[in-house]
């Protein structure tokens, strides 16, 4: 591919711009390092409100370079055909106090920001991936969350509580998704701990069965990649698609499954909660265009198991398009939001995932709402007023949308100057793409040779979401992230 090399520090710089341009620290404050610094690991021992489980065989899957270890997970078969899951999550708040200085950088950024550039994390790394990690051989506490879950995937009986535990392997998600999928060997580590090979089997079969009841039930299966970029001596050479895989859908299903025990537990026990939602899509009549043009019907009022049984068929008569295809869904299905909700009142529940009880609960390292979400549930646990006033919620559920949205226009914006730099010497280049926005504020539409999406500037006339178009590339800003297209009919 004919690009022009991109080193790393210009991409930085852009970074921490866009991160204060968009209302975003990209530094620590001193205060906030100093606390880092003097921080130590939780303490806590067996006892009454703390369970001994570091003789089970947990283990945590998450990206190859991943060290801000969240959740770890096992899973047990039942002798009546049952399975008992657990998903330890890293107990945050007991090293990050509220209202201190890495709490209040944590509660300003809200996430951690993943740009082709760098990484700006929530929390100092001497805390998200040292102290507040589960990391691989440490004994670290966690709060537990239990699950029964029966051969056709259907959650029992739940419950929360603290524990010890050990992470006996940290894993990661390619090597684990090509072993399942008998496309690769089995990872040196899992291999190296006796029985891990036959818990993550069982792990894998547990996940397909939440998989396949929750689409029962609508939840909308996507072929998605977020962008990777590649790097060679420190000179980014591409922008390349990184698919989900077998092993992402296995920590995904019990994330989803874990964060809706989460979300009854502090419902059950009369307390308010911040809930993760996604509405009913307001552009259903794009989506029903999109399956018309498929040659396929949907009802008129938005209906997540139809949309699905849609999907599902289109994965299988049309696999090439299929990417594409999800790409234009996702856009006309809207963002997410959070939303404060109080004991008895009604949630619109998350539509793409077909389930009416979610929060997130299951990432304090990289993301507050978790944190936030945290300290509800061991002020529940413990009997204690909650840390936030119901009151405050709705603030911080505004607060928390809002810089969610801030954080992926950077990440956006920083992989569009990336591309820009790599496409700097392309100008007048023609493109296939899909237009992945159409609207008052600008059409857009999304190459794959590098990945990158553009504003069509000229020409766009006619330009809907999910159409196939051919672009020539007319100007690109790189400070500004900018790549503008000429559409060509």
């Known amino acids: ?45 067996p006892g009454a409100d703390i369970r001994d489980l570091r003789s089970l065989l947990w ?14 997970e096992v899973a047990e078969a039942l002798p009546d055909g049952r399975f008992k899951l657990r998903v330890g999550i890293a107990d945050v708040d007991s090293v990050v106090k509220v209202g201190s ?62 524990a010890l535990v050990r992470n006996r392997a940290k894993l990661a998600y390619r090597s684990v998704a090509a072993w399942l999928l008998g496309a690769g060997a089995v990872p040196p580590r899992l291999s190296a701990v006796a029985g891990l090979e036959t818990q993550l089997r069982l792990q894998d079969g547990i996940a397909q069965t939440l998989k396949r009841q929750r689409q029962g039930k609508g939840a909308l299966e996507f072929d998605t990649a977020e962008n990777r970029a590649v790097y060679d001596a420190g000179v ?40 993760r939602v996604l509405r009913i899509p307001k552009r259903w009549d794009r989506i029903l265009q999109l399956a018309k043009d498929a040659g396929e019907y949907l009802p008129a009022a938005p209906d997540a198991v139809a949309l699905n049984a849609f999907l599902i ?31 008895g009142e009604a949630s619109p529940g998350h539509f793409g995932l077909a389930v009416r009880d979610y929060t997130h609960s299951t990432a304090p390292n990289r993301r507050f709402p978790d944190l936030l979400t945290q300290r509800l549930l061991k002020a529940a646990l413990n009997d204690q007023p909650a840390p936030y006033g119901d009151a405050e919620l709705p603030a911080l559920a505004a607060h928390c949308t809002e810089q969610e949205g801030n954080a992926k226009k950077v990440e956006r914006q920083i992989e569009k100057s990336a591309a820009a730099m790599l496409l700097g010497s392309r100008i007048g280049t023609r493109f296939e793409g899909i237009v992945t926005g159409a609207s008052e504020k600008g059409t857009w539409v999304r190459i794959a040779n590098p990945a990158a999406e553009g504003r069509v500037v000229k020409g766009f006339q006619g330009f809907d979401v999910g159409n196939h178009v051919h672009v020539q590339l007319l100007h690109v800003d790189v400070a500004r992230g900018f790549i503008d297209f000429v559409g060509i009919h």
């Open 1 to 45: 591919m004919n690009t022009t090399p991109v080193r790393i520090d210009e991409l930085r710089r852009l970074a921490s711009d866009a991160m204060r341009a968009h209302g975003l620290q990209p530094d620590f404050s001193a205060a906030a390092l100093s606390e880092a610094g003097a921080a130590t690991a939780a303490a806590g021992s």
């Open 59 to 72: 283990s945590s899957i998450d990206n190859d370079d991943s060290q801000d270890l969240d959740q770890i």
């Open 101 to 162: 200085a890495v709490d209040e950088h944590a509660r300003t950024n809200t996430t951690s920001v993943y740009t082709a550039a760098a990484i700006y994390p929530m929390l100092p790394e001497r805390l998200s991936t040292n102290l507040t990690s589960l990391a691989q051989d440490e004994d670290r506490l966690c709060l537990v969350i239990e699950m029964m879950v029966d051969g056709g995937g259907v959650l029992g009986q739940s419950s929360i509580y603290r």
């Open 236 to 275: 980014l050479i591409d922008l390349q698609p990184d698919p989900q895989n077998r092993a992402q859908e296995l920590i995904e299903e019990f994330m989803i499954a874990a964060n809706g025990v989460a979300a009854r537990f502090l419902e059950l026990h009369g307390r308010a909660s911040l809930r």
């Open 313 to 343: 068929k289109r994965r299988e008569s049309a696999p090439a398009q299929f990417a594409e295809l999800s790409l234009a869904v996702i856009k006309c299905l809207g963002a997410g939001e959070y939303m404060a909700k109080l004991p």
